[in-house]
């Protein structure tokens, strides 16, 4: 499975965001999705990750309330909605996949999109 991450961009604090992950390969809908996101300089942390069901979800307590995971198996796409977004969201963001179940682990990860910068002005 290959993963493209698309949808960063500036933005203003308070604005909004959609995040696109589409993956190329079969099986998308057999892999739990999930996003995380990286500031130069410090660790990669986890954003979100929606299960197989596409009901189970996980959302950083930074996040929650304000980004919601998606995923559309018919267009093998994850989408990660970002809205009021604060400057502290600035990071660039990965969309990784891993067979079965989701994890907040980002090792546990088989595939990784390429990243996709957000920054968010004050």
């Known amino acids: 499975v290959q993963l493209q991450a698309s949808g960063g961009g500036l933005v203003q604090a308070g604005g909004s965001l959609r995040l696109s992950c589409v993956a190329i390969g079969p099986s998308f809908s057999s892999h739990a999705m999930a996003w995380f996101r990286q500031v130069p300089g410090k660790e990669r942390e986890v954003v979100a990750t929606?299960?197989?069901?596409?009901?189970?979800?996980y959302y950083a307590d930074s996040v929650k309330g304000r980004f919601t995971i998606s995923r559309d198996n018919a267009k093998n796409t994850a989408y990660l909605e970002m809205n009021s977004l604060k400057v502290e969201d600035t990071a660039i963001y990965y969309c990784?996949?891993?067979?079965?179940?989701?994890?907040?682990?980002?090792?546990?990860?088989?595939?990784w999109g390429q990243g996709t910068q957000v920054t968010v002005s004050s």
């Open positions: 929606m299960d197989l069901d596409s009901f189970t979800t």
């Open positions: 990784a996949a891993r067979p079965g179940y989701s994890s907040r682990v980002g090792v546990d990860y088989n595939y």
